[in-house]
């Protein structure tokens, strides 16, 4: 029996914990992107860009 085999069977079907865990970080993952969006500009050096997002009330 091949081990690999059986991780990808595990793999496959998810639970509606693991379900629910993929939406929460889908979630996070959209705000992040949200607030890149926001905070960034072409031509911005990452430092720039982490000190406005620092600087910026929420």
Do not use: F, V
């Not at 690999?4 to 069977?9: A, F, L």
């Not at 993929?22 to 996070?28: D, G, H, N, P």
């Amino acid at each position: 029996m091949n081990i690999s085999d059986d991780i990808y069977s595990m793999r496959l079907i998810k639970s509606d914990a693991e379900i629910e865990l993929l939406r929460e970080s889908a979630k996070w993952a959209n705000l992040a992107h949200s607030l890149l969006q926001d905070y960034t500009a072409p031509g911005m050096y990452d430092y720039e860009i982490s000190l406005r997002l620092h600087l910026t009330p929420p």
